[in-house]
């Protein structure tokens, strides 16, 4: 029987407990595959297969970071926000930001990597996140659009990963889930107002919808044909729909939503099609997407350099938290003794 899962294996076995070895990963496979075959959710001390627990922290990782550096574009106009209304209201949402962050961190962290290594991977530039946070948030009216689409398409892409088969990341969608909604909202808001106040300030809304329409949309990824990732992740039940699928339905939802903000969406093909009942939009550009993803979006380089000090300044913070953990099981020595 050979051994599948090297993770469970420890070097140096002697050929008996390579067979016991070989035993636990045929039974965590079988138990795996009834798992997945009933839709019910896989725990961290299951058996899981290699490369189901690399998948799964390769996507859950990059969801973590991509909640960080989304806090840059919006924490930039903080200090501008029109009202001290729309400023607590900003400061709430990317502070949610953050807290998303911290329950996808933790969720990563159960399947076997530190949270210190998927930082360092970060700021150490190996690692990817949501190419939409590299382009710049030039006025107010951004907050609207960010808040409405890129919150929206991320809504559209979370709620059904609240059924992914692994139990920590589904348990933490369900929580960003309901901020989401929030976020999404109060993005609407602010286009909303600024639709309804004078014409430059419809203007710079409409601008905002144009410049973020686009990014919005390959937030889901690239077409289905060429998702290398998609399929498997599907299978394991973590995603539950394609990303055409999924983007589909959201065009779907901006279409109804645009004409109440009395704007418009930048894409004069959008059309239902009535054969296949789904949303169809224009083409968009494939290869800025990779040029983004690459590194070689508007903000990448600012991005990373935002975050890279943000660990430094906070470095007295994680000393002192560990000063003190450390002091409080010394404690707990002092006491059992
Ligand atoms: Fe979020
Ligand atoms: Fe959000």
Redesign the pocket.
Known sequence: MAVQNLQSVPAELSPEELEAAAQRDADGQANFDRVMAEDSRIEPRDWMPADYRKSLLRQISQHAHSEIIGMQPEANWISRAPSLKRKAILMA?VQ??AGHGLYLYSAAETLGQSRDEMMDALIAGKARYSSIFNYPARTWADMGAIGWLV?GA?ICNQVPLCRASYGPYGRAMVRVCK??SF?QRQGFEILLELANGTAEQKQMAQDAVNRWYAPALMMFGPPDDDSPNSRESMAWNIKRFSNDELRSRFVGMMVEQVRVLGLTLPDSEIRFNEDTKKWEHGPLDWNEFKEVLAGRGPCNAQRLERRREAHDDGAWVRESAAAYAAKQVNKQKEYAA
Do not use: T
């Open positions: 949402k949610d930001e919150d991320a901020e989401e976020h």
